[in-house]
């Protein structure tokens, strides 16, 4: 037997003929890709011959295989499975050591060289993404071995290459030393995932280019960096637009440049200009945008300005192709970004294809990009033996942070340098952040797991709470912090402050971002966040019988995983928004309206430099969700930080009904990432002119109750034993009273709860358990008593859950009242219930009958999901949908679909109008194919049961959202207690 080759036991970033970092950057010098089909093997082990970089193999038998991809992607399985991890190493802690099961695929190809080749150049191959170590030949010979899965590197190869056919070989082991470095929230999907390219660089070319830019007052300047050797110059730098050429005949001539009067680059006006710098041998091309980076004091600005990130955590995946780049949808995925309000894009937890950064600069994203490191799964061992503190490591570590500063430091975009994810601290993070501070001092440095700050720049955490995150941002405040000593925190608290990861968008949710949003304004060393994340990373996969899902952890077999964690997106796997996505867009508009109470408007520019004037401001009135007024508001342009009030238009008022103004500021012209007419903001005002229900009749006070039994007829509804059993010719079965919800990913979570108590949460418990410790899925009904008089109905029904004292007592009462049936539910708990409720509702059970409801019409909330703490992006209106586009399709079915404070609602030739309660609040409404409980027992779509009913559900109340699957709880304000509840509901007769 062969032993695995030493150098999987070694903690070097790589070895042989690697070349030193560079720029990426255009260049006219010749490049040859090698993307394409290789001839592919994969051995379940590394104890292998090197029989794979003989010219000579006979490889004929081997599998063909596209390059870039993941081998586990590819094929039906044959090539191993995907597995996921969030914190878990899938292979035991025994740092630097993998196992010997190692899953190890050998490449082969061969390329022609063409014979004008350029002579005297210096040959290099390039890899920009390879899991985990490789180990590449040409031509027979070994060229060297590289780590830093999402790190480019070159070898030079110029003795190897030769005039027409070459023999490329790599050998790519799953598994390395390197692996206990990338520990990322994401896939484990080895292969060749980037490009490979073979490049000519001559001898009188460039060998690196940075141009630094900075802008002040106006105008903007250039730092040039030009690594070239002697035959190179005269070396000439142009930016035509500018009217910018400089030569340098010499290096000593190489300073900083003014360029005069120069608009700004910014996320909101990215302005770029085209430059060149040629030598006699090469010509590189960049696009330059000027801007400064500074800190000042507790502030964070770009161009003088205080910057507020309205960011997310930006993976790069994809349910086919994984993590391999398709500009594209790359642009695509950036536009809509854009288009929700988000303004930057932290690169969890790695760089991500350099053309990605490409497209920042252009369409306008604020960059924190991050270095390929996390070490996470040390944690729960204590970070006994983390790497981040062991010398053996020190080189890995700071080739990683160069080989991460080098490639991307031409970009406006990044302003700030993140040295990785969870890796705890240490030396050679230390070190890391002195090598960035000594190589760029233009930008800061940044590294959640300081939390002492000892080595960074600004101070950042991970999904503190709200009151927490208050006491971060209270000037004079002594409250401890994280980790940290009062000194320490003392002077964590003299830094810009932002949340690297917030908000854990799993499933649901999440709740509570204006809550963070609201603090952000009132504190000005707070600086923003960045939600958690951007995208669901589901696999594409198909169940035996071809039905089609998106797979999480645990589907394909792993020994150990982390579930659907990875389901934590504002997007689902299919690039489907979420409403917690379209929630996100309104906190984070970059417009703010607030109405007065003397019929006018205030208009506030909460851009960080641009005016309004690519704005317009449409109104419209409408009566009952029905438009019957609309115009523009004439506003001028307003700058960045100021405010303008408006008066708003006279609109015409019903007399007996609701009357809503809404004003949306909206694209006055298309951009490049949304169209002419794209809502960027909006608001609205109520201007009814009467409470609500006040035309509705009185029901009538009824005292002639005796008791019944048998069937009841009330106008078109029809009752056997007191239960409802048809309603307007059709068979409808309930009311029925319901407190489950199927849980979310927050409901199930018990991440965090608030150190104050004030969330009511229990440390490590989650509501889920609570909700089934308590029975309140399993709930039981017994009818107490059934009473009539003429023209209404009432039961009373005893409800409660096995092996349980707590109950509820549930009063229904059926009363005609004119030409409508009204409905009034009465729900009083019992004493004792000790934990929150997921909502107070009833179910009617509405059979297909061969006919099943297509959709539903209402006049409410809109016109997707909202929760108590996830409401501000719905508007009131009237809107339709099918049942299907009232859920949303969730990795993990749960909870969805409740619309908030409706008043009239249609479904399937019933009619409905709700009425306040006593506190003047409404009923929201759900309607789905399954019931609470048949979703909680799926763990994907496709496990659902067909339906033959269609379940409505009234809610009086929901519990809110939270983010607890990674985060706080649900905030006190939006909590629902145990507590007696009114459902006051008409039917049409």
């Given at each position: 037997m062969v032993l695995a080759p030493a150098y999987l036991s070694d903690t070097a970033p790589g070895s042989g003929a690697r070349v030193a970092p560079r720029a990426w950057l255009r260049s006219d010098a010749p490049t040859l890709s090698l993307d394409g089909t290789w001839r592919f093997r994969l051995s379940p082990t590394a104890d292998l011959p090197d029989d794979v970089a003989e010219p000579a193999l006979d490889d004929s038998g081997w599998d063909s295989l596209p390059v870039p991809s993941h081998w586990v992607l590819q094929g039906d399985g044959e090539y191993g499975r995907p597995i996921y991890t969030n914190v878990q190493f899938p292979f035991p802690l025994d740092p630097p050591h993998v196992p010997d099961e190692n899953p190890t695929g050998d490449y082969r190809r061969t390329f022609e060289l063409a014979a004008d080749w350029p002579e005297g150049a210096r040959t290099v191959l390039r890899f920009d993404g390879v899991e985990s170590l490789y180990r590449v030949w040409l031509n027979g010979v070994e060229v060297g071995i590289a780590t830093g899965s999402r790190l480019a590197q070159e070898f030079d190869v110029t003795t190897l290459v030769r005039p027409g056919t070459n023999h490329l070989a790599v050998r790519v082991h799953q598994w390395s030393p390197a692996s206990y470095l990338e520990d990322q929230d994401?896939?484990?999907?080895?292969?060749?995932?980037?490009?490979?390219?073979?490049?000519?660089?001559?001898?009188?070319?460039?060998?690196?280019?940075?141009?630094?830019?900075?802008?002040?007052?106006?105008?903007?300047?250039?730092?040039?960096?030009?690594?070239?050797?002697?035959?190179?110059?005269?070396?000439?730098?142009?930016?035509?637009?500018?009217?910018?050429?400089?030569v340098w005949t010499g290096r000593e001539q190489i300073g900083r440049i003014e360029v005069g009067a120069v608009e700004p680059w910014t996320a909101e006006s990215p302005t770029l200009h085209d430059a060149t710098v040629g030598s006699t041998g090469e010509t590189v091309s960049l696009r330059l945008g000027f801007r400064t980076v500074e800190i000042r004091g507790d502030r964070f600005l770009v161009n003088g300005e205080r910057v507020v990130f309205h960011g997310m955590n930006r993976h790069e995946a994809h349910p086919v192709r994984g993590r391999v780049f398709d500009e594209a949808h790359a642009r695509e995925d950036l536009a809509r970004m854009k288009r929700f309000n988000v303004n930057a894009i932290r690169t969890s937890h790695y760089p991500p294809h350099p053309r990605l950064l490409d497209l920042a600069d252009e369409l306008?994203?604020?960059?924190?990009?991050?270095?390929?490191?996390?070490?996470?799964?040390?944690?729960?061992?204590?970070?006994?033996?983390?790497?981040?503190?062991?010398p053996a490591w020190r080189e890995a570590y700071l080739d990683r942070i160069e080989r991460t500063v080098e490639r991307d430091k031409n970009h406006p975009s990044i302003v700030m340098w993140s040295l990785g994810?969870?890796?705890?601290?240490?030396?050679?993070?230390?070190?890391?952040?002195?090598?960035?501070?000594?190589?760029?001092?233009?930008?800061?440095?940044?590294?959640?797991?300081?939390?002492?700050?000892?080595?960074?720049?600004?101070?950042?955490?991970?999904?503190?709470?709200?009151?927490?995150?208050?006491?971060?941002?209270?000037?004079?405040?002594?409250?401890?912090?994280?980790?940290?000593?009062?000194?320490?925190?003392?002077?964590?608290?003299?830094?810009?402050?932002?949340?690297?990861?917030?908000?854990?968008?799993?499933?649901?949710?999440?709740?509570?971002?204006?809550?963070?949003?609201?603090?952000?304004?009132?504190?000005?060393?707070?600086?923003?966040?960045?939600?958690?994340?951007?995208?669901?990373?589901?696999?594409?996969?198909?169940?035996?019988?071809?039905?089609?899902?998106?797979?999480?952890?645990?589907?394909?077999?792993?020994?150990?995983?982390?579930?659907?964690?990875?389901?934590?997106?504002?997007?689902?796997?299919?690039?489907?928004?979420?409403?917690?996505?379209?929630?996100?867009?309104?906190?984070?508009?970059?417009?703010?309206?607030?109405?007065?109470?003397?019929g006018a408007v205030t208009i506030e520019n909460r851009r960080h430099s641009a005016a309004t004037d690519d704005l317009r401001f449409d109104w419209r009135?409408?009566?009952?969700?029905?438009?019957?007024?609309?115009?523009?508001?004439?506003?001028?342009?307003?700058?960045?930080?100021?405010?303008?009030?408006?008066?708003?238009?006279?609109?015409?008022?019903?007399?007996?009904?609701?009357?809503?103004?809404?004003?949306?500021?909206?694209?006055?012209?298309?951009?490049?990432?949304?169209?002419?007419?794209?809502?960027?903001?909006?608001?609205?005002?109520?201007?009814?002119?009467?409470?609500?229900?006040?035309?509705?009749?009185?029901?009538?006070?009824?005292?002639?109750?005796?008791?019944?039994?048998?069937?009841?007829?009330?106008?078109?509804?029809?009752?056997?034993?007191?239960?409802?059993?048809?309603?307007?010719?059709?068979?409808?079965?309930?009311?029925?009273?319901e407190l489950f919800r199927a849980p979310t990913d927050n409901d199930e979570g018990g991440a965090f709860s608030d150190p104050t108590g004030s969330d009511g949460a229990v440390p490590g418990v989650s509501n889920a358990s609570l909700w089934r410790a308590h029975g309140l899925d399993r709930l039981v009904h017994r009818l107490v008593a059934i009473q009539e008089a003429p023209g209404a109905l009432r039961t009373r029904t005893r409800v409660s859950a096995a092996d349980s004292a707590l109950s509820l007592t549930v009063e229904?009462?059926?009363?005609?009242?004119?030409?409508?049936?009204?409905?009034?539910?009465?729900?009083?708990?019992?004493?004792?219930?000790?934990?929150?409720?997921?909502?107070?509702?009833?179910?009617?059970?509405?059979?297909?009958?061969?006919?099943?409801?297509?959709?539903?019409?209402?006049?409410?909330?809109?016109?997707?999901?909202?929760?108590?703490?996830?409401?501000?992006?719905?508007?009131?209106?009237?809107?339709?949908?099918?049942?299907?586009?009232?859920?949303?399709?969730?990795?993990?079915?749960?909870?969805?679909?409740?619309?908030?404070?409706?008043?009239?609602?249609?479904?399937?030739?019933?009619?409905?109008?709700?009425?306040?309660?006593?506190?003047?609040?409404?009923?929201?409404?759900?309607?789905?194919?399954?019931?609470p409980q048949q979703l909680a027992a799926a763990g994907h779509p496709y496990e659902l049961p067909a339906s033959g009913t269609t379940y409505l559900f009234l809610d009086a109340a929901q519990h809110g959202l939270g983010s607890r699957a990674c985060g706080p709880d649900v905030w006190p304000e939006f909590s629902l207690r145990p507590e007696a509840r009114t459902l006051r509901v008409r039917f049409g007769a």
């Open positions: 994401q896939w484990w999907l080895p292969g060749i995932f980037r490009e490979v390219t073979l490049a000519a660089r001559p001898a009188d070319g460039l060998g690196d280019v940075w141009l630094r830019t900075g802008w002040a007052d106006g105008a903007g300047w250039i730092e040039p960096e030009v690594i070239a050797g002697d035959a190179a110059f005269p070396i000439t730098l142009r930016i035509p637009a500018l009217g910018v050429e400089t306008g994203f604020w960059v924190i990009l991050e270095c390929d490191l996390e070490t996470h799964g040390f944690e729960k061992n204590g970070w006994r033996g983390n790497p981040s503190d062991d994810n969870e890796s705890g601290t240490g030396a050679n993070l230390a070190a890391m952040s002195a090598w960035v501070h000594a190589r760029d001092a233009s930008r800061p440095v940044h590294y959640e797991g300081d939390y002492t700050g000892e080595y960074t720049d600004v101070y950042s955490r991970m999904y503190s709470t709200v009151p927490e995150t208050e006491q971060i941002g209270t000037d004079g405040s002594t409250a401890p912090l994280l980790g940290c000593t009062p000194a320490q925190g003392a002077r964590q608290r003299t830094k810009p402050f932002l949340l690297c990861e917030y908000a854990h968008a799993m499933g649901n949710g999440p709740g509570a971002l204006d809550q963070y949003e609201a603090l952000v304004d009132a504190h000005p060393r707070l600086h923003g966040g960045f939600v958690w994340e951007w995208r669901d990373h589901g696999i594409l996969s198909r169940t035996a019988d071809g039905t089609p899902f998106y797979a999480y952890g645990g589907d394909f077999g792993e020994v150990v995983h982390d579930g659907n964690f990875v389901m934590d997106g504002m997007i689902l796997s299919d690039d489907t928004p979420t409403p917690g996505l379209y929630e996100f867009a309104a906190v984070a508009a970059p417009v703010r309206f607030a109405f007065d109470r003397t009135a409408e009566h009952d969700g029905r438009v019957v007024a609309s115009g523009v508001l004439p506003v001028p342009a307003i700058p960045a930080g100021a405010s303008r009030r408006v008066e708003l238009p006279d609109v015409p008022v019903a007399a007996d009904g609701e009357t809503w103004l809404t004003v949306e500021a909206v694209l006055a012209a298309p951009a490049a990432w949304a169209p002419d007419g794209h809502v960027v903001a909006s608001a609205q005002l109520d201007r009814t002119a009467r409470p609500l229900g006040a035309d509705a009749p009185a029901a009538p006070r009824i005292t002639a109750w005796r008791d019944a039994e048998g069937s009841t007829t009330l106008g078109s509804a029809v009752f056997e034993g007191g239960r409802l059993v048809r309603l307007a010719g059709r068979a409808v079965g309930g009311p029925r009273v229904t009462v059926w009363a005609l009242v004119g030409d409508e049936l009204e409905l009034r539910v009465e729900v009083s708990p019992s004493a004792g219930w000790p934990t929150v409720w997921p909502r107070i509702g009833v179910r009617f059970d509405l059979p297909d009958d061969g006919d099943p409801i297509p959709s539903a019409e209402w006049f409410g909330l809109g016109p997707r999901e909202s929760y108590p703490d996830s409401i501000r992006s719905a508007r009131l209106g009237r809107y339709a949908a099918t049942v299907e586009e009232l859920s949303v399709p969730y990795a993990r079915p749960q909870e969805t679909g409740h619309r908030s404070a409706v008043r009239e609602l249609a479904v399937g030739g019933l009619t409905l109008r709700t009425l306040p309660d006593g506190r003047g609040r409404l009923p929201g409404f759900v309607l789905t194919r399954h019931t």
